[in-house]
């Protein structure tokens, strides 16, 4: 074994930061015998240098994080500070002075991924982020070497904690959005401002990444189609009961069935209680993937946390450190493909729509009209009278596959008809 160690930097010490550097420390002999050399910590960029980190030497702490990633000595940097700036501008600057990068940052890597990659393989350095989506479970390795020798058709997933432990509550307890959220809140899983989270803006950074890898080309944050799931009602969760679904916070990455294109994309949906993504609880996440040879694989495990986090970024500088040792560097972008992402009106999908409308003769045939003249195959419809004798009814619409852009039309027009007194909900039916 080499004696000399390999330096790593560290930029950010909170909640996963200081857990890479206990497991750094604690794990220090087992991690230099699976490297083939010992890993030292050799400086932490943090913005608050007077807060007592346990277990790190506070000779180590610094504020100034371009000093620390241009010191020249650095093998590694671990870049654990999320957002775009000035992670962007220490990751560049880190490589130009020669080291590799572990990072965690999916927003990032989202959004500028492909930039990145090209300056780290100019460079002749790595750039690794399995962190950077859902938290511990390996699934970038998975899809970019484990599963290089098959074709990716698609990738599902619940990859986002927050919105999975809310929806999970709404089902298990009949509560609406609001009250799940608030103890989601209480309970830490929600941040102050669950924007990121419940907008699905989180989830869509992860599947930009997730879909660049699986398919071989370039899907920027831009390209993902995004609706959160704060409208998601316990009336949803009740239809959803009625078809024997649930309702999940889903990214969904597909390749067109004629191969051409992709389309990634977030948003809530119906999923049958038969889904192994339905049996997904609290904030756990779960990546259910699709490919020509290998079928049907799911990957499992927790998506967030400090320590859950750590492991991800562990995995990586394992991974980085071996490469440097080797003179070598591990895979990096793949976009070889070049498929152009498709707007979200070619998806096609089934959809699951709840019309309250008047409850009169030749209401329901005007309303198989409308889907029959969008060409939207009705599978099954469900009518229900209201007790309150006012004249309306609850339809419930479930459709066959149909492109989105064919459903909007339809439920546009819908929405003009003078029987049709509110469109309650429309909901994508996925998984089956
Ligand atoms: N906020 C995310 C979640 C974790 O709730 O899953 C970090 O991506």
């Not at 990634?264 to 904030?283: F, K, Q």
């Amino acid at each position: 074994m080499r004696t000399r160690p390999l330096k790593v930097a560290l930029l950010g010490c909170g909640v996963v930061g200081s857990e890479v550097a206990r497991i750094m420390t604690t794990h220090a002999d087992d991690l230099a015998a699976r490297i083939g050399a010992p890993v030292e910590l050799a400086g932490v960029a943090v913005r608050r240098p007077s807060k007592v980190r346990e277990g790190i030497d506070p000779a180590l702490v610094t504020t100034d994080a371009t000093a620390l990633v241009k010191r020249g000595d650095i093998d590694v940097v671990v870049e654990v500070i999320g957002g775009i700036e000035p992670a962007r501008s220490l990751i560049t600057t880190a490589i130009a002075h020669g080291a590799s990068v572990v990072s965690a940052n999916k927003a990032l890597l989202a959004q500028d991924g492909a930039a990145l990659h090209a300056v780290a393989e100019e460079a002749g350095k790595d750039l690794y982020y399995e962190a950077a989506v859902a938290g511990a479970i390996p699934l970038i390795r998975p899809l970019r070497e484990s599963l290089a020798g098959d074709k990716i058709n698609r990738v599902m997933g619940i990859v986002n904690g927050t919105t999975n432990f809310i929806l999970d509550k709404m089902d298990s307890t009949g509560a609406g959005y609001q009250e799940a959220l608030d103890e989601a809140t209480a309970l830490g899983y929600a941040e102050a401002d669950p924007t990121a989270d419940v907008e699905g803006f989180d989830a869509a950074a992860k599947a930009a990444i997730l879909a660049g890898i699986a398919f071989h080309s370039r899907v920027r944050l831009d390209d993902v189609h995004r609706e959160g799931m704060t409208e998601v009602t316990a009336a949803d969760f009740a239809s959803a009961k009625n078809m024997g679904c649930t309702i999940k916070l889903l990214a969904i990455c597909e390749r067109a069935a004629d191969g051409g294109s992709v389309t990634a994309r977030v948003h809530p949906a119906m999923i049958p209680l038969t889904h192994p993504l339905a049996s997904v609880r609290g904030a756990y996440n779960a990546v259910f993937v699709e490919s020509d040879a290998a079928g049907q694989l799911m990957f499992y495990g927790p998506g967030a946390g400090g320590s859950p986090t750590a492991s991800a970024v562990l995995g990586d500088l394992v991974a980085v450190c071996r490469n440097r040792l080797a003179g070598a560097t591990g895979p990096g972008e793949s976009a070889y493909a070049a498929l152009p992402v498709s707007p979200m009106g070619e998806v096609v999908t089934r959809y699951h729509i709840s019309l309250d409308v008047a409850d009169k003769p030749g209401v329901l045939a005007q309303v198989a009209t409308v889907f029959a003249e969008h060409g939207v195959s009705i599978d099954t419809v469900r009518q229900q009278g209201r007790q309150d004798g006012d004249g309306e009814a609850s339809l419930v619409v479930v459709t066959h596959r149909a492109s989105d852009a064919s459903l909007n039309g339809t439920v546009e027009a819908l929405r003009s008809l003078d029987t049709v007194r509110g469109v309650a909900s429309i909901m994508r039916v996925e998984g089956e």
